[in-house]
């Protein structure tokens, strides 16, 4: 009995030694199941990243178009402030040094057609306060509209997450 048990282990511990290399060889190959299933999830991994990249360029144009129409607003308002502070200001070049009215108009009081001569009302030391003085409210102006715009770009951003935006808005 002892023979054939001995006759068993060396038989047991022959056959792994002469296999071994069978055995890593079987477990290396790849079967048609595992290299079905690793290719769809690599072309479902490819579709997830793409799917986040164009995601993320829908939302940097949607959040850019809404940036550039909020610009334009702004820019808008600004451009209406400079045109008045210009009227302002020839205003008071006109009460400072008269001229000649340019059509239908009303300057100090009083109206003026085309052609009308327009005498001096304004004391050239008022000049400086009265320009100054308009300067002022337009730079408030100014300012006011510099908030606005500042406070709904911050929604804005808020709304498209403020992470990305700073990279967006250079």
Known sequence: MEKEEKKAV???????????????????????????????????????KVKEKIKERMRKAQYQKELALLE??????????KKERLHGKDA????????????????????????DRIEPTLDYNL???????LDNKNAE????????FSKYHDRLQEQH??????????
């Open 141 to 148: 102006k100014v300012r006011e509209v510099n908030r606005t």
């Open 10 to 48: 060396a038989t047991a511990v022959v056959s792994p030694e002469d296999n071994i290399l069978d055995t890593i060889d079987k477990r290396n190959k790849v079967n048609l199941e595992i290299s079905d299933s690793v290719k769809s999830e690599l072309e479902k991994e490819r579709d997830e």
């Open 161 to 170: 997450g403020v992470y990305w935006c700073f990279d967006w808005d250079y």
């Open 127 to 133: 000049y400086d306060e009265k320009l100054r003085e």
């Open 92 to 115: 008071l070049y006109t009460m400072l040094f008269g001229g000649i009215a340019e059509g239908i108009e009303e300057k100090d009081g009083g109206k003026y057609k085309k052609g």
């Open 72 to 81: 334009l607003r702004r820019d808008r308002e600004l451009a209406k402030l």
